[in-house]
């Protein structure tokens, strides 16, 4: 941990801009709306909040961006977490339609975040998917196809292995799906640039503030060691880091920990022959590794989940094997940073949104895809707390089963579960 920061030890800390050092609560105030928790859901719904005219605090843990948010692989795919085929298959066409174009505004929403508010954050495009297994052969032109044909998406392409092999330097992929609208991202920058632009609109913004408790009434009292605000709505935006805040939540998403790495600067020509450019990559795996280079040419790498309270004590030699399993030309390759951060997963992979009471609203379980969703989390319950619903019933009606077990035995059958899919995956 970098204690002067307060985050933990990653490519990212060490490359952020525009820290700013928010003080702890301390005494009773008073506002329109208390949000928990400083991510992009948090972040973003205060922004939207404060732009529709209300007195907004945020209260955050740690520090802004110290969440899965400021950890994240930065790959921002298109659509929702899960694919198209699957939401068709579960809800028709008409209602996967409309969840793939509710994903299409999220992509927008965080290039005109971006634009508007000059945020530097390394916003790059493109993604590369590669598949690993033979039995997946031909997904991506299906996919292609069905996006182009039925979603108005025709920017995926597929791509065969030798396409494949020139974008990216390993021997794993059979075929690939390249997108050529998926968008990268610096996602502690981007943080950053966001609670930077809620503070000039006005947003009370508390760090190192965890909260205690806060009263099911309306208005709600909410609680911190130091100090209390009370306010005619809550946001809960505490994700995978919600611990017994809230248990009327906690048992439809399962916190999982997932790893990172980044390389030492490989150099342009190094960098360039292992990803042939700035775009994010995927593989087709249970337990997903994704990579990209970062704009000083390392090899960010994400691989290995685990579903215990603590870290292996190793991460960068908890890592190293995934990125070396796709990439052995970097066995010379000295590791810089290495750094785990906690997402949660709900059972179907989508996204869980709603209104635990008239005056509470929450976002979370963005099951490895939320720098999209969960900004768009925040905007659409901004809109929900403001009158305006639309978008955020038709999130908040997807049905979210709760975890076999609860909050109490989810992580025994989820780690059965786990070991299930990965053997299959070898298989
Ligand atoms: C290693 C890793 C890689 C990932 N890669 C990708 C990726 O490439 N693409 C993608 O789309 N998604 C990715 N994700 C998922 C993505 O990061 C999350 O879905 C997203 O950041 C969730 O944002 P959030 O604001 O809801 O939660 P978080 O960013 O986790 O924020 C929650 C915040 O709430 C605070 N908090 C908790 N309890 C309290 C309390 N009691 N009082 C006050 N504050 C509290 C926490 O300190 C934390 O800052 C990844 C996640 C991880 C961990």
Redesign the pocket.
Same mark, same amino acid.
């Given at each position: 941990m970098s204690e002067m920061a307060g985050y933990p030890d990653s490519y990212y800390a060490a490359t952020a801009v525009g820290v700013r050092d928010c003080p702890p609560l301390e005494g009773e105030r008073k506002a329109d709306v208390c949000v /928990?928790?400083? &991510?992009?859901? &948090?972040v973003s719904a205060a922004l939207n909040l404060a732009e529709r005219g209300l007195d907004v605090v945020l %209260?955050? #843990?740690?520090r802004i961006g110290?969440? #899965?948010?400021g950890? @994240?692989? !930065? %790959? /921002?795919?298109s659509g929702q977490r899960k694919e198209v085929v699957d939401t068709e298959k579960m809800f028709g066409l008409e209602r996967s339609r409309e969840l793939w174009d509710l994903a299409e505004l999220a992509k927008q929403e965080i290039r005109d975040r971006v634009d508007k508010h000059d945020i530097s954050c390394d916003l790059q495009r493109g993604q590369l998917v590669g598949i690993h297994k033979k039995r997946y052969l031909g997904w991506a032109k299906e996919i292609a196809d069905v996006l182009a044909t039925r979603y108005d998406y025709p920017f995926c392409t597929a791509l065969n292995a030798e396409e494949t092999r020139a974008r990216v330097a390993s021997n794993d992929f059979l075929e690939g799906l390249y997108d050529s609208k998926a968008l990268t991202i610096h996602?502690l920058n981007y943080a950053l640039g966001l609670a930077r632009a809620a503070v000039e609109r006005g947003v009370r913004m508390y760090e190192r503030?965890?909260?205690l408790k806060y009263s099911r009434a309306d208005p709600a009292i909410v609680e911190t060691a130091q100090g209390s605000i009370k306010a005619s709505f809550v946001v809960l935006? @505490? +994700? #995978? =880091? %919600? $611990?017994d805040?809230e248990p009327r939540m906690a048992g439809k998403m399962m916190p999982i920990n +997932?790893?990172?790495i980044a390389t030492e600067p490989l150099g342009e020509v190094r960098a360039k022959e292992l990803i042939n450019g700035r775009f994010g990559v995927h593989d087709t795996r249970f337990v997903v590794d994704?990579f990209r280079l970062s704009d000083d040419n390392r090899l960010l790498f &994400?691989g290995g989940e685990n579903y215990r309270s603590r870290f292996p004590r190793d991460i960068s030699k908890f890592v190293r094997p995934y990125m070396l399993r796709l990439f052995p030309q970097l066995s010379d390759v000295a590791i810089d940073y290495a750094w !785990? $951060?906690? %997402?949660s997963v709900t059972v179907n992979r989508l996204p869980h949104l709603g209104r635990l009471q008239p005056n509470v609203f929450f $976002?979370?379980g =963005?099951s &490895?895809? !939320? /720098?999209?969703i969960?900004t768009f989390a925040g905007k659409v319950i901004a809109e929900a707390v403001t009158g305006t619903a639309g978008k955020f019933d038709v999130l908040a009606d997807l049905p979210i089963h709760t975890f076999p077990g609860g909050t109490l035995l989810r992580y025994p059958g989820m780690v059965l579960a786990m070991l299930y899919y990965t053997i299959r995956d070898r298989i």
């Open positions: /928990i928790g400083g &991510g992009f859901t &948090g %209260l955050e #843990a740690e110290f969440g #899965a948010s950890r @994240c692989g !930065g %790959l /921002i795919g996602p503030s965890r909260v935006a @505490c +994700n #995978a =880091y %919600l $611990g805040l +997932n790893f990172m994704y &994400g !785990g $951060g906690t %997402l $976002g979370q =963005y &490895g895809h !939320g /720098i999209s969960a």
